[in-house]
Every structure is written in C-alpha cells, then in structure tokens.
C-alpha cells in the first residue's frame, strides 16, 4: 500500500489531528517507529525542516 492509498483513508480531521499529535510530540528521526502513521511521520520532517530553515535564517541574521 502506498502512503496515497494510507492518506485517503483518514479524513481531514483526523489528519490534522496526527499532525498536530506529530509536532507536540517531536521526536528525532533515529527514535521514531516505523509502524507510526505515514501522516505523523511526514510532519516530523516537516518540522525539521522549518527548524533548518530557522536557524539558517538566524546565523544569516548574526552574521550581517
């Protein structure tokens, strides 16, 4: 099954709701289980990127 089939599965509510779940409860990648849901493991990544792109933005800011 790929992840599309697994998404269209749940509604947007629950979707939101494993997204939500995903971002208060962060983990780093080497502690994240393979059997959580594709949705909350997707806006794990999600929200390591915006962290990148913060701190980027930050060292770009204190080094001008």
Request: net charge negative; glycine share 2%; proline share 5%.
């Amino acid at each position: 099954m790929s992840n599309g089939a697994v998404l269209d599965e749940i509604d947007f509510i629950e979707e939101l709701r494993l997204r939500r779940w995903a971002r208060e409860n962060f983990v780093p990648p080497e502690l994240r289980q393979d059997t959580w849901h594709p949705v909350i493991l997707e806006e794990m990544v999600r929200k390591e990127r915006e962290n990148h792109l913060t701190d980027a933005v930050r060292v770009m800011a204190t080094s001008a």
